[in-house]
């Protein structure tokens, strides 16, 4: 099975951590520098997570069950 990879630029991402409410974070706000696509692996599968960095720290990481929306950029603006 051929698994599409995410080339388009991350401007955004919310998610949902138990107990909280929504959470968003957004490239260019907070000092979120970047938000990149990566996968790590599971017991039987690599799962799609998603960093939020602040300069060349990364500040948070969430698997793909605590995003609730990707949010790109437009062709042509990165």
Request: proline share 5%; glycine share 8%.
């Amino acid at each position: 099975m051929n698994i599409h990879p995410v080339e388009q630029t991350i401007r955004e991402i919310d998610v949902f951590l138990s107990g909280e409410e929504l959470h968003y974070y957004s490239v260019g706000r907070s000092d979120v520098t970047r938000i990149e696509a990566c996968t790590k692996p599971g017991l039987h599968c690599n799962i799609p997570y998603v960093r939020v960095w602040k300069g060349d720290v990364c500040e948070a990481e969430f698997c793909q069950h605590n995003i609730i929306g990707v949010y790109f950029e437009p062709a042509g603006a990165a």
